[in-house]
Nanobody, 123 residues
Framework: QVQLVESGGGSVQAGGSLRLSCAASGYTFSNDCMGWFRQSPGKAREGVAG???????SYTDSVKGRFTISRDNALDTLYLQMNSLKPEDTAMYYC?????????????????WGQGTQVTVSS
């Protein structure tokens, strides 16, 4: 049974940094496509960053140059390093996984989701 558990969210001031983690279990971590998504109240869920088992990475335009997605296959953990945070980055952040994906930022490609971790950025 696939399980994804996010951690690392919190409250920071604009310009600050946070690192989100997603601990995965229940499958072979390296044979997958994983992504970070976010959703704020009243808005649709948005793909933030995605990475597949070959190491190909995608970012949504608004986070390019500020966020970095990475994975540690030895620890079965996905990360999202978020720097230069802005108030508009405030959202619930979710980790997601699928065994194969074509569009790494398309939520419809993913079929396993974590419970989310809240990120709040104040101005």
């Amino acid at each position: 049974q696939v399980q994804l558990v996010e951690s690392g969210g919190g409250s920071v001031q604009a310009g600050g940094s946070l690192r989100l983690s997603c601990a995965a279990s229940g499958y072979t971590f390296s044979n997958d496509c994983m992504g970070w998504f976010r959703q704020s109240p009243g808005k649709a869920r948005e793909g933030v960053a995605g990475i597949n088992s070959d190491g190909y990475i995608s970012y949504t335009d608004s986070v390019k140059g500020r966020f970095t997605i990475s994975r540690d296959n030895a620890l079965d953990t996905l990360y999202l390093q978020m720097n230069s945070l802005k108030p508009e980055d405030t959202a619930m952040y979710y980790c997601a996984m699928t065994f194969w994906c074509l569009q790494r930022l398309d939520e419809n490609e993913y079929n396993h989701w974590g419970q989310g971790t809240q990120v709040t950025v104040s101005s």
